[in-house]
Each structure stands twice: as structure tokens, then as C-alpha cells.
């Protein structure tokens, strides 16, 4: 079966850096994306990786490690609207996007 | 503004009745997709239309009938649901249907209750 794993919650204070991983298992992989979700709203896509490496968009960033089967997006200089759900999500060989349960991030001041 | 818009943004309903979910695109997309999200599950894509034609439906029960009447409109027809259809319904769209880059645009989604 197709599966993608993220930790269902994590915490960080405000200013900090944080790294939320996603480690998948899918039939083929046509790219990684990356979404947030706050609460009550629609996802917003982050990031697309589909090559190995870092990919850099302010103070996020994305890694891909294809042969590892592993995604992390890293959040620097942490602010309170950084709280919200990080989806991760892959694309299999049918070009469909297989979905991870989100990692709900809480910043504390 | 993400250009997807869906109404209503509420719906309770008792498990008798019909009524529709409908979402709008303003992007000029040709994809446009339901998915079903429940509390701390993945995302679970329901159906899929490219160019108003449906490429997919995931094994979901009939009491869900999508509509897609044109390339910037889609309805989700709900009738004799049942309390564990209770979710968030978003809609979504795409510029295409299997180009792996391109990502995909949601609605603020329709919080369903069914009592």
C-alpha cells in the first residue's frame, strides 16, 4: 500500500527553527509538495521538490531524498502565524496525489 | 483570496435529506477535484474532472454525485447520508490534470454535519 508519514503534532517557541519531516512509500514519484492548512481554511501549497536537495523560499525551506523516501520542510525565524496543520503529499505514478494526516505545528511565544 | 470559492461554508443536515455542495474557480483551470477531510486523516480525493470530463472516481458511495457542468464549476450532490459522512468537503482546482508540478488550489471547504 501507499503511505506517507508525518508527526501528528510538534512544538516550537517563536523565533526558533523548526523541521517537520515526511517520510513516504508510494507507487513511483512524480514530485513532493508541501502545503499549509490553518485552522478553519483552505491549504495553501508551500514547495515542490521532485529532485534531490534543498529548495530554498524565504524562511522555508524543502529537502528531498528520493532514495531515503524523505521529505522535511524547515521553518526558520519562527513567528505565531507560523501555527497551522503542514501537509505533505506525493505524487505517484498515476499522478495522484497520495496525502499525509499533516503535522499540527504550535508556536509558543 | 485563493481564486476557489465554495458555498455554503456550513451545512447540517439530517440523514433524509439532499442538498448540494458547490465550488467555484476563477483561475482558468482546466482540473478541478472533491476531496473529504476528516479530523487528523489524510486528504481523501473523491473525484476528479479534466475538462469537464470525470478521470476519477476513488470508490466512493453513491449517495455522492459530483456534477461538473463546465470547466469553472463543480457540485457535489449529497442525499441519504449517513453520520460518518460528517467532514470537511474541499474542492479544489488545477491548470491541468497529470502535469506532476503543477499544484493544486483549495476552497475554504464546506463543514458538513449530518445528524
Known amino acids: 500500500g501507499q503511505n506517507i508519514d508525518q508527526p501528528t503534532e510538534m512544538t516550537a517557541t517563536e523565533g526558533a527553527i523548526v523541521q517537520i519531516n515526511c517520510t513516504y512509500q508510494t507507487s513511483g514519484f512524480n514530485g513532493l509538495f508541501w502545503y499549509q492548512q490553518h485552522a478553519g481554511e483552505a491549504p495553501t501549497f508551500l514547495s515542490y521538490?521532485?529532485l534531490d536537495g534543498l529548495e530554498e523560499k524565504g524562511r522555508f525551506s524543502s529537502f528531498l531524498s528520493r532514495s531515503k523516501g524523505y521529505s522535511y520542510l524547515l521553518l526558520k525565524e519562527l513567528q505565531m502565524k507560523d501555527s497551522a496543520s503542514y501537509l505533505c503529499?506525493?505524487?505517484?505514478?498515476?499522478?495522484?496525489?497520495?496525502w499525509g494526516a499533516g503535522t499540527k505545528l504550535i508556536i509558543k511565544p | 483570496e485563493t481564486g476557489v470559492t465554495q458555498t455554503p461554508r456550513h451545512l447540517v443536515m439530517g440523514m433524509t435529506n439532499k442538498k448540494s455542495l458547490k465550488c467555484e474557480q476563477h483561475l482558468g483551470h482546466n482540473a478541478m477535484y472533491w476531496y473529504k477531510q476528516s479530523a487528523k486523516k489524510p486528504l481523501e480525493l473523491m473525484f476528479v474532472?479534466?475538462?469537464?470530463?470525470?478521470?476519477e472516481n476513488n470508490s466512493v458511495p453513491s449517495r455522492f454525485s459530483p456534477e461538473c457542468p463546465n470547466s469553472s464549476h463543480l457540485f457535489l450532490h449529497l442525499h441519504t447520508l449517513q453520520p460518518e459522512d460528517s467532514a470537511l468537503y474541499l474542492c479544489a482546482s488545477s491548470q491541468e490534470f497529470g502535469t506532476p508540478s503543477y499544484e493544486q488550489y483549495f476552497g475554504p471547504g464546506t463543514r458538513l454535519t449530518v445528524t
Open positions: 474532472y479534466s475538462l469537464e470530463e470525470r478521470v
Open positions: 503529499a506525493v505524487r505517484d505514478s498515476n499522478y495522484q496525489l497520495i
Open positions: 521538490n521532485v
